[in-house]
């Protein structure tokens, strides 16, 4: 199960991140976003757990939950939409 992090603490490391969701169920991955220009956390992220029932439970325990001082935005994780390319100048 794919789940999607917002409102991340731009302090928050991808191993906080880990931990917080393996209280809930196993973990296969998490990472946080960040900006290719400036490396800096994009303030979203996206754990993978492998069981279902887990990232269920993971979601409604940390959905509105305070981590690091923000109120974390936890939902199952959308398809990726396929967008046009933006041109590069």
Do not use: C, W
Request: net charge negative; proline share 3%; glycine share 8%.
């Amino acid at each position: 199960m794919n789940i999607y992090v917002g409102n991340i603490s731009f302090q928050l490391s991808e191993s906080d991140l880990e931990s917080a969701f393996a209280e809930h169920g196993a973990v296969d991955s998490a990472r946080i976003i960040s900006d290719r220009a400036t490396g800096r956390s994009k303030g979203f992220g996206f754990v993978e757990m492998a069981d279902q029932a887990e990232g269920e439970k993971a979601i409604q325990a940390l959905n509105g939950k305070e981590l690091e001082g923000r109120e974390l935005k936890v939902n199952e994780a959308r398809p990726r939409e396929d967008r046009p390319r933006r041109p590069r100048y």
